[in-house]
């Protein structure tokens, strides 16, 4: 008889999501019972399983391959099994046994659900910054961008790109804004799985109206012209170079920057 | 630096673990551009990454749920607060009793049995100030003031 208790049960933050709650020896007689109970879930039309091993004590090989046959089949159907509380001593035995290649695991049920809006219903999600326009503050804004792009899965060159792109934005933002009331830049990064948003938003100082418009207008062309013979005046250029739309807006309250950056590998 | 107003960075992101290193690490570069040492830089880094880690852990019900910084450096110190949108009854018992274990003198610091609760104790050693208020709903603000060491 299998020592081990599954209990399937609703998630609290996502009752329409489904987690195990695994109490005990996964072994290599608690195969059949494993079986059974992700029948149960294929009967429904769940894709997405979260395993809550905080209370499992050991895992048999023959355990963690049933546990990889019920992943395979969730994963054809666009989802995937997921490890959420497995103890330490529990993940330095599955990590030497290759587990750690195979699932993914989380140290929280909040990151296990998060891994679903982001890999499975494809969400985005957004971050809002507001920092003070002076040029020392680009480059930990900058930095902080790719960061995060980077921990959402995006290649050391798409990071770079968008870091650079945020670098260009940002400077013009200091640069061209408002001098005389010095109110802080915000920037709005939205991210999802196949694109980068970001928004700059700075106030405009009314002295460069004329000379933000003229940016603008070599902007709206469809190859804006890089001025190789001056040292400066390549920014736009480039910003539209490396990304997939770039819209510039003037209003009373300042100028904003919005650029579409789609993730490429 | 400007004496008369401290620089202010106001930073809102998803209630999600993959954000704190990206955060964390932005606040301890915006110190170094401002002339913090690398040391204490790198403390409030960790100070920043405690306190944002609870705010998701513990203080975030909703799916929805985001974290809301708000940092000022002075030429002196640093101060900055983060609230979180409401946590479970038990987490905020859980990081009531935190912050006030927090209080204890360092030597009498130990870990509790299943190997928690020391995040909040490391904060206060590496802080003049830790408060915490709770709002309606019972949302969080947590705050932190660090003074300068090298001056």
Redesign the interface.
Known sequence: MASVKIQKKPVD??PDLTMWKIDGALDSDSIGYIHREFESVLETEQNFLIAEMSGVSVVSSAALGQLMGCKQMLVERGGDLVLTGVNLDVKTKLSAMGATKIFKFY??M??A??AY?WEVERKS????????S?L??V???R???S??SR??GYSPRDSFRIETIVDEVCNNAVEHGSLRD?K?IDITVTIDPKKIELEVINASDPDQTARLKELSKSVSKKAPEAHLDEKRGRGLALIKMLSNDLDITFSSQGTSVHVTKLREE | MDDK?P?????????????I???R??VA??LA??KFSPKFAYRSEVIVDEICHNA??HG????DATVEMECSIFPDRFEFHVNDQGGKKEDLDRLKTAVKKADKRADELTEEKEGRGLGLEIVRLLSEEVKMEVGVGNTTRVRVVRKREDL
């Open positions: 933050l996502r140290n929280e909040r990151s659900i998060n809006h999600e957004k971050l809002n910054l507001s920092f003070p002076e020392q503050f480059p930990p804004v930095q902080m961008v960061r995060i921990q959402k010095k802080n | 107003r620089y202010i960075f106001k930073i809102t992101f998803p209630s999600d673990l993959d954000y290193a990206p955060v690490k932005f570069e915006t551009v401002t998701i852990v975030s019900r909703s799916i």
